[in-house]
């Protein structure tokens, strides 16, 4: 079974999409396993609505351990199955709270095992502020990472916020060359084409 | 920093952001150029061959087996949960604090260092060293001091092993005494850090027992107790001869009887305390220092009188 992880900076929205992807390919409720190297792991069942709630804030460095679902893709008359792991927001720096850390440290360990890489950027952010105050020096580096990838596209999210067209384009400068698919995490926009990305790479 | 230590373990460089010496762009950088350069497979290697060598060092060490085979276990245990945790399966957190019961100079404080560097290979620790206190390094005169003290001490063991011996004398002297503050203070801390600490209470089995039996919430917080048997005779003969071989002495026949009647007598009377390396240790070098009366009235002394011990150099009393 391949696996997809979602990165990138905190509060860009990979958590948001990792549930309302899963809602978009079916599912009515969606079995977490979150696991960290020091709690171990554990296994949790939560209605689509309900892990928005609690696994979705604004508030930075929400996301603190890996959080993976098995999820399926339509396959001719079958499907195919993969695991999507939602992964601790990356950030420049060195964070100066030890659990942020950890949890930084296991998306890095995690990265290498799997096949297919999407990387979310948050657009609105974007347009709204400088690159050097918007893009991460972290980004350019999971970009550089994700060369060596062949299944690696950025997510250009938050589409739905106004204004957002002068992000996108920002995107696409700094990024030469990167396969772009611009989406909202929210509004479910742009998954088809998330999905057939994944599908192509499965 | 990052660029100058060339680290090319990944599980190395996730240690360094996990606590806080370099930053994710650092890291992903240096992944970068590790896997560009070496490939994945070979790094992989180099990791299990260290750990394998750390193994052996373990395995040499005389006696011990049932310790030697109890820390593998863990080891194991720890390997497994780390892979399971990789697969996402259902997994409890692994605690690895430890009591090690035994005579003093049964090796603990030996066994307590491997494990820091089998540790540190398989990335639970970071830096794995171990700091080795007792009593008075803890507990303070003055009240307040004590957790101060302790934590000073618990700092310095972060990344690494807290090995505290003869712990059960923190409880010496009842609810009053500061030895209470220091297990708090240090219970406080392993629950705060969770992670990247090793804390081993070490010392006499007795006494160690009543200890966990008076402080009751110790004994989760310390589920692997690992026991260290007195060394047998012949292992404690095994010991001394490494010993001078370490230091390019041999024994010649009659020293070699000798020696090993020496250490039968003595356990045999179960003297206190002989079950122990320690006492071996005194007694060598009380020899090397006998063939060194025997042999400076000799004008000249060839390379083989030179390293050999004699029977006479071996003094029949031993203090343990
Ligand atoms: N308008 C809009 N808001 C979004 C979108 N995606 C995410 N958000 C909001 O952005 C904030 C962060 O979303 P999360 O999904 O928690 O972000 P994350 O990347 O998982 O963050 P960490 O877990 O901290 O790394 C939340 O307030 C979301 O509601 C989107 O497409 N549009
Ligand atoms: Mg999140």
């Not at chain 1, 990472?145 to 997510?155: P, S, V």
Request: glycine share 6%; proline share 2%; with cysteine.
């Amino acid at each position: 079974m391949k696996r997809v992880i979602i990165l990138g900076q905190t509060n860009a929205g990979k958590t948001l999409f990792t549930i309302n992807f899963a809602a978009y390919l079916g599912v009515q409720s969606i079995t977490f396993t979150f696991s960290d190297k020091q709690r171990g792991s554990y296994t949790r069942t939560i209605e689509i609505q309900d892990a928005i709630e609690l696994l979705v804030s604004d508030r930075a460095h929400h996301t603190r351990s890996i959080q993976s679902a098995v999820l399926q893709i339509p396959w001719g008359k079958a499907a195919k199955r993969f695991e999507i792991l939602d992964t601790a927001g990356l950030s420049d720096g060195i964070h100066s709270d030890e659990t942020v850390r950890r949890g930084m440290a296991y998306t890095l360990a995690t990265v290498r095992e799997a096949e297919i890489i999407l990387h979310v950027l948050d657009s609105a952010l974007i347009a709204k502020k400088n690159v050097l105050h918007s893009i991460g020096e972290v980004d350019y580096q999971v970009a550089q990472f994700g060369q060596l990838h062949t299944g690696y596209a950025i997510l250009a999210n938050k589409i739905d916020v106004p204004h957002v067209k002068e992000g996108l384009d920002k995107i696409c400068e700094e990024f030469p060359g990167h396969f772009v698919i611009p989406i909202s995490a929210l509004l479910k926009l742009g998954f088809k084409e998330v999905r057939d990305f994944v599908k192509r790479h499965l | 920093m990052a660029n100058e230590l060339h680290v090319n373990e990944p599980e190395r460089i996730y240690g360094l952001v996990e606590h806080g010496e370099i930053s994710v762009s650092e890291a992903l950088s240096m992944i970068r150029k590790s896997t560009n350069q070496f490939g994945k497979a070979e790094v992989e290697i180099s990791k299990e061959e260290r750990i394998a060598k750390i193994q052996r060092e373990l395995t040499k060490l005389i006696g011990l087996d049932s310790v030697k085979s109890l820390v593998l276990e863990i080891q194991a245990f720890v390997e497994i949960t780390q892979r399971r945790i990789s697969a996402r399966l259902a997994s409890d957190p692994v605690v690895l604090h430890m009591i090690f019961k035994g005579n003093p100079g049964t090796g603990k404080t030996t066994v307590a260092r491997i494990i820091g560097k089998l540790f540190l290979e398989m990335g639970v620790l970071s830096k794995g060293h171990s700091v080795e206190v007792e009593r008075a390094d803890l507990v303070a005169e003055y009240i307040g001091q004590t957790a101060q003290r302790t934590r000073e001490q618990l700092r310095k063991a972060a990344g690494g092993i807290l090995f505290i011996d003869e712990a059960y004398s923190l409880a010496r002297g009842g609810e009053k005494d500061f030895g209470k503050e220091a297990i708090d203070t240090m219970v406080k801390t392993m629950e705060d850090q969770r992670s990247d600490l090793i804390v081993i209470l070490a010392g006499y089995s007795e006494p160690m027992e009543e200890f966990l039996e008076t402080n009751p919430g110790l004994k989760s917080r310390f589920p692997i107790t690992i026991e260290f048997p007195d060394y047998s005779a012949f292992e404690l003969f095994k010991i001394a001869e490494e010993m001078l071989e370490q230091r390019d002495y041999q024994l010649n026949k009659a020293a070699r009887r000798k020696l090993f009647r020496i250490i039968e007598d003595v356990r045999k009377k179960e003297q206190v305390n002989f079950g122990n390396a320690r006492a071996i240790r005194n007694l060598i070098e009380k020899s090397i220092r006998q063939q060194a009366v025997r042999l400076v009235s000799k004008k000249t002394t060839s390379r083989t009188q030179l390293m050999e011990i004699s029977d006479d150099d071996i003094q029949e009393v031993v203090d343990a």
